[in-house]
């Protein structure tokens, strides 16, 4: 229940995040604003918008990193987990692999053919 909560959380946060960066204006942008570009009838005046806008940028980035931290710290098993994550990918029936002795030599030749086949 948390874990679908912080998922959420992080979903809105992320589309927030876009918004807000895609909204702000760049550095390049004040140049154009000097040749009468229309920058000083936004909503929030010529140069209102950067401070407000930043900020909140900034206080959505520190939520997202929290709520980022929150999900990997359930995910992680809370200090449950002594092996790591190879570990657990390993694929079924690999302990039975290493306690085996490799094939001799001509065994494994006579599996692979010594000239390969082309097909016609």
Excluded: C, W
Aim: proline share 4%; aromatic share 6%; glycine share 12%.
């Amino acid at each position: 229940m948390l874990y679908t909560i912080l998922v959420v959380i992080q979903v809105l946060i992320a589309v927030s995040l876009v918004g807000l960066i895609l909204i702000q204006h760049g550095k390049g942008a004040d140049a154009g604003a000097a040749f009468g570009s229309g920058a000083s009838g936004t909503v929030f005046g010529a140069r209102g918008s950067a401070n407000f806008l930043s900020r909140a940028t900034a206080a959505l980035a520190t939520v997202f990193f929290a709520v980022s931290l929150s999900l990997a710290y359930l995910v992680s098993g809370v200090g449950g987990g002594e092996d790591s994550v190879t570990e657990r990918l390993q694929a079924p029936g690999a302990e039975l692999l290493e306690d085996q002795e490799a094939p001799a030599a001509d065994e494994a030749a006579e599996e692979t053919p010594t000239t390969p086949s082309v097909p016609e």
